[in-house]
């Protein structure tokens, strides 16, 4: 069974300060890899996804990098958090995007910048 | 503009009752997913249940069923004998086909369900 595991829970960062948020995912290769924001009281918006290793397609422009450095591994990052970036952020995989495939998720990150 | 429009933002029932989440979306592509997801609150976002455009079979899993109204474009989640776990906060997701940088998955703005033991 495949399993995706995000790294940290929840993060409190000072405005300016660096991030980083991982996502690891089990039992399955080549996955399609997305990282997906939620503002509060806001819908899910796509930031980034990933159909292999070391290609990464922004989405929505926030100021913040994404990089596939293996097949498994995802990471969000920025050198100088915004206030802006609070919110809650999901990691996802699925087989395909051009195809429709059912996304799975992450058990999520909460980043609360002050 | 939204393409995926859930009009309640909460709900709540008892126990044991029915409930039914409306969805609208807005789309002009041909081929389309629609997708049910729960949030938990542990974080963990689950999937739940598709229907597919093409589709004009009544999907359903479990307690989970759609309704899926294609020509009012809209797809409700009907959720039967409600238990108190059912408690959380429900997305609907369209999935189109689109320009390469479209193509993906919009959400909705998600509702949120209490249900009282």
């Known amino acids: 069974a495949q399993t995706i595991h995000q790294w940290p829970v929840a993060e409190i960062k000072a405005v300016g300060s660096p991030l980083s948020l991982g996502c690891t995912i089990k039992g399955k290769s080549s996955p399609n890899l997305y990282w997906y924001w939620q503002a509060t009281g806001g819908t899910l918006q796509q930031l980034f996804y990933s159909i292999t290793v070391g290609q990464v397609e922004s989405v929505v422009q926030l100021n913040l990098s994404a990089s596939r450095p293996k097949d498994d591994q995802f990471i969000l990052s920025t050198e100088k958090l915004l206030l802006s970036h609070s919110g809650f952020y999901l990691c996802a995989w699925s087989l395909n995007r051009n195809s429709g495939n059912t996304l799975y998720f992450g058990e999520g990150s909460r980043l609360i910048v002050v | 503009a939204q393409k995926v429009i859930q009009v309640w933002s909460t709900a709540s029932r008892q126990e044991g009752e029915e409930l039914t989440l409306d969805c609208s979306y807005e789309?002009?592509?041909?081929?389309?997913?629609l997708f049910w997801y729960k949030h938990l609150l542990s974080g963990e976002m689950v999937f739940l249940i598709r229907?597919?455009?093409?589709?004009?079979a009544k999907e359903r899993s479990g307690r989970y069923s759609v309704v899926f109204q294609k020509s009012l474009k809209s797809i409700s989640l009907v959720i039967s004998a409600l238990q108190p776990d059912d408690s959380g906060k429900y997305f609907c997701a369209l999935w189109e086909l689109s320009l390469p940088s479209n193509t993906g998955f919009y959400f909705g703005k998600g509702t949120s369900l209490t249900v009282i033991p």
């Open positions: 229907q597919m455009s093409s589709s004009t």
């Open positions: 789309t002009s592509q041909v081929l389309y997913h």
